[in-house]
């Protein structure tokens, strides 16, 4: 077990934006800092993002600070967020904007040169600052530039499958190079997870096939605690046609631009959509949504239009529609920005999207509609961590972005993620620098575990497999979209745990062809263990919140419990099963809970 | 009945056991709405596991997915099959690249080319993120605002005849990122980088073939940055030894 060994005082999965800016924050703290990415630097889903990053800069609209971002936020996340990471991350937010513009990032501008936000769903003024319809490539390309010029190693194309333990603290990472698969040990005193997210749980999804939840089920296998993991994100505008496009995303920027749902007949639904919790903030008839301009501060007679709620209660509403029969032909709703702005708005605002139908569906966005539905996007639990130092409940590691959980709640504002990988990217680096600075050897390696990580790893080799891992992948994927969906009902729910258990033993005997160099079989197979992980800690949390909130909702319990407001759910090994738990939040303090003016939300806590 | 097909032959290459690249041929059902990644998704996934290529987004955003289509640079997740049907599609490897398998093409030397152009902000006096952002007007924006567009996809490497012969030019890319800052109302550094860019392996390598903007998928025009700059950095050597910070 002579494995080529690299060692840094900090070792970071992943280079998406969080990953990225913990590594910046982590080497200009003087520790020496590796990174480890699956994909080629600078691919990283973060390039995907298109809307923009939310902060309150108060260029777009005097009104906006902190304040409101912190209760929009919260608001949107229905109430479960741990609001010291809200109050952190909305506080923290504007300088990290400013921060990236000042290292190169380009955004788009008002006419005297500051900063322009465009509007988002739940956000109550403009908030998005944004270049185009491309905005995480550009903050990934300045990160990108930025770290290297500040002498970051990185280490591409290797997939880290395990952490390495001394005792109960984190001391490094396991991996294989993708091309070569052989191994490799980094030895770190401290590791900083940024693996994004988990999409690739489910059929239909905006996510690329990076995205199978691998810092979530490392964390857990290393004994860290996972918080709201019922919260998935369904967006609510994923391309419906063609087939082999289903699921990729339609930014939500066509709605802040201007651009309206309709069904069948060109009837605008929303209006019917409205949640109690937001009655009274948005436009209630067309006429008096058609007053609200993008860009514009809106007055009192002209709010903004329901097509701008939340995107949970926006998935709802189009899957509501489609199953009363009004939906699209291709079993979606319509998104019309055609009728909305002119071709030249939409070209200048929305040039990827006029590209993207253009060429993927041969359909022309300033002149027809587009056809979207419900697709799996992002997920709002992860990696508990500490507000200030994202620190989990493991000695040494660290988290952020979206692997980690708890500044969503149990529904994510858009953009509100871009900004999230700045924020507490940079609060990890910095967490894991000092960290590892106060540590004085390195921690040991232990033979045994990475025998046992190294045999479990070649085992799709051996004779006695009989399973296919891509049969077995796209079972999972059919089993979460039917019982761990979009809407859930107990029944489902644990019939889906039952599932479970029978892939889990499946994916034990997957078994592939060829050998170790640059096998894309025995890459599936490896990610097999980490989607049925981390399938069954949404599953579990799911089945046992018996209400609907955010990005959970429950068939058979179609209200939301003000007990179960109060409580979050972890989820953890114990004795190799998995265990879940409630735990009472730390209520708001009163000045915050000032914040939240809304009858509903003054009930007592 | 049967459903109809397309060929893909398609170039494999494994060091530790091919002496030499080879063609195989697959296969694939024929969709309307399908790309060349489809087809060799299609292929991984149902046909043959151990093929290897790059791709990410499916959206023509991360630049992973660059390969030979018919002998053209292109991202494979843009490439319809229809537009070459009836005929068969010959899928390579990148041009003007090492092969490290089948069609992943090495591009270790890529990233220096880039930061060694210094593709950040450079400032006499750097300002503090207290005080907000720099200004910049749309104008001043719309200036380099093209040049930006880059997805790091290579494609103009593989198109670049200079790049296939000597393999140090920095290449379309990198000069183009150069450019983008030059531009940048927000810079004051272009002395600095155009000392890279004016070295023996910058701008001067090229002989203005312009293959690089013609397969640009993002409209970089990687060309025109080269010439552009060809242009200024012979006046603005002279007026850089009168005042160095002043820069367009
Ligand atoms: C299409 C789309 C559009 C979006 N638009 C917006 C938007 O406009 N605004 C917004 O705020 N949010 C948006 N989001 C969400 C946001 O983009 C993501 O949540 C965010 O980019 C995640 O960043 P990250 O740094 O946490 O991880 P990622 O960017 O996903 O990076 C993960 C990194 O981890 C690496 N990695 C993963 N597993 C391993 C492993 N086992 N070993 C080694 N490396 C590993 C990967 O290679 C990668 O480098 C969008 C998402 C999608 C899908
Ligand atoms: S300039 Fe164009 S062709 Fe060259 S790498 Fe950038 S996007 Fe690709
Ligand atoms: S897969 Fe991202 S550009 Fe083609």
Redesign the pocket.
């Known amino acids: 077990m002579n494995h080529e060994t690299i060692e840094h005082d900090v070792i970071i ?8 800016r913990a590594a910046i924050e982590a080497s200009g703290k003087g520790a020496s800092v590796g990174v ?4 080629l630097l600078g ?12 902060a309150a800069l108060t260029t777009a609209d005097p009104r906006d600070n902190w304040e409101m971002h912190f209760r929009d936020t919260i608001r949107g996340g229905k109430m479960l967020n741990n609001w010291r990471m809200v109050k952190i991350f909305t506080q923290e937010a504007p300088d990290r904007v400013n921060e990236l513009e000042e290292w190169g990032a380009l955004f788009d501008r008002t006419d005297d040169g500051r900063i322009l936000q465009r509007n988002f769903g739940g956000h109550q003024y403009a908030r ?1 600052a ?1 270049v185009g ?1 491309r ?2 490539l550009e903050m ?1 390309r300045t990160l990108q530039n930025h770290g290297i010029h500040q002498g970051i190693e990185v280490y591409m194309e ?4 395990d952490l390495l333990m001394d005792g109960g603290k984190a001391a490094g ?1 396991f ?1 294989y190079w993708r091309d070569s698969g052989t191994f490799v040990q980094f030895r770190a005193k401290a590791v900083v997870l ?4 988990l ?1 690739k749980c489910y059929t239909i999804t ?3 096939w ?3 939840g ?2 979530q089920a ?1 964390a857990y296998r290393a004994g860290a605690e996972l918080i709201d993991m019922e919260f998935v994100q369904f ?1 609510p505008t994923g391309m419906v046609w063609p087939p082999s496009v289903r699921g ?2 339609v ?3 066509v709605r802040g631009e201007g651009g309206v749902l309709r069904d069948k007949d060109g009837k605008r639904f929303m209006f019917d959509y409205i949640p109690e919790m937001f009655a009274g903030e948005y436009a209630e008839t067309e006429e008096e949504a058609k007053r609200w301009r993008p860009g514009v501060p809106e007055g009192p007679d002209a709010r903004r239009p329901p097509d701008l709620l939340t995107r949970d209660v926006v998935a709802r509403a189009i899957r509501a529609e489609v199953r009363a029969g009004r939906g699209s032909p291709h079993g979606g709703a319509y998104l019309d920005i055609a009728s909305q702005a002119s071709e030249a708005q939409i070209k200048k605002k929305l040039p990827g999207m006029y590209h993207q139908f253009m060429q993927l569906a041969s359909l022309d966005i300033t002149k027809e509609y587009m056809e979207v539905g419900p697709t799996s ?2 997920v709002m639990g992860g990696v508990r961590v500490d507000p200030e130092t994202c620190s989990t409940s493991v000695p040494g590691l660290f988290a ?4 980690a959980g708890g500044l969503h709640g149990a529904n ?1 504002l ?8 700045m924020v507490f ?1 940079r609060r990890a680096g910095a967490g894991a620098a000092e960290y590892a600075g106060a540590l004085s050897a390195m921690p040991g390696v232990n033979p045994d575990q990475v025998r046992d990580i190294e045999r479990l790893a070649l085992a799709p080799f051996e004779e006695s497999g009989t399973e296919n891992p891509y049969e077995v992948m796209q079972d999972l994927q059919k089993m979460m979209e039917h019982d761990s969906g979009i809407v859930r009902a107990k029944e489902e729910l644990a019939d889906g745990l039952g599932k479970l258990r029978t892939l889990k033993e499946r994916s034990v005997k997957v078994r592939v062809e060829g050998n170790r160099q640059y096998n894309p079989g025995w890459h599936y197979a490896l990610d097999l263990h ?1 989607l049925i992980m981390v399938s069954e800690a949404i599953t579990l949390s799911a089945l046992h919140r018996d209400e609907s909130r955010g990005g959970h909702t429950r068939e058979d319990f179609p209200e939301s419990s003000p007990e179960l407001e109060k409580v979050n759910t972890v989820v953890r090994n114990r004795d190799g099963e998995m265990a879940w738990e409630h735990v009472t939040r730390e209520p708001l303090p009163g000045d915050l809970q000032e914040l939240l003016s809304h009858p509903h939300l003054e009930e007592p806590n | 009945m049967s459903e109809e097909t397309i060929t893909l032959n398609v170039t494999r290459y494994r060091h530790e056991k091919d002496r030499a690249p080879f063609i195989q041929s697959y296969q694939v059902p024929y969709r309307e709405d399908w790309v060349v990644l489809d087809a060799l998704n299609h292929i991984k996934d149902e046909l043959d596991g151990t093929l290897s290529y790059r791709w990410s ?1 499916r ?1 023509g955003v991360c630049g992973s997915c660059g390969m030979m289509v018919n002998g053209e640079p292109k991202l494979t997740c843009s490439a319809f099959l229809r537009d070459y049907r009836p005929g068969e599609i010959r899928v390579e490897p990148l041009e003007n690249f090492p092969v490290i398998r089948d069609l992943v093409i090495d591009m270790s030397g890529f990233m220096d080319k880039l930061t060694s152009v210094q593709p950040w902000i450079i400032r006499e006096k750097e300002k503090p993120v207290s005080e907000g952002e720099y200004l910049q007007t749309p104008d001043q924006l719309d200036a380099y605002q093209q040049y930006s567009q880059c997805i790091n996809c290579l494609l103009c490497y593989s198109a670049c005849p200079i790049f296939g012969l000597e393999t140090d030019f920095i290449g379309p890319a990198a000069i183009a990122l150069a450019y983008r800052y030059n531009l940048d109302s927000r810079d004051e550094g272009s002395h600095r980088r155009n000392d890279v860019i004016t070295d023996v392996n910058g701008v001067w390598e090229c002989t203005f073939v312009g293959e690089c903007s013609v397969v640009c998928p993002k409209h970089v025009d990687p060309a025109a940055a080269i010439q552009k700059l060809k242009v200024e950095t012979v006046s603005g050597m002279v007026r850089g030894f009168l005042m160095p910070w002043s820069r367009k």
């Open positions: 999965i992943g280079a998406g934006g969080a990953g990225l480890v990415c699956k994909s691919k990283a889903h973060t390039a995907m993002a298109e809307g923009g990053m939310a998005l944004h319809d905005t995480g990934l290797c997939t880290v499958v990472a991996a940024a693996t994004g997210g999409g905006s996510n690329s990076e995205c199978t691998d810092g490392l967006h990729l995303l930014t939500e920027g996007h992002y952020a972005g979206e692997v994510r858009g953009g509100n993620s871009l900004t999230d990988l990217g980490n | 987004c959206m």
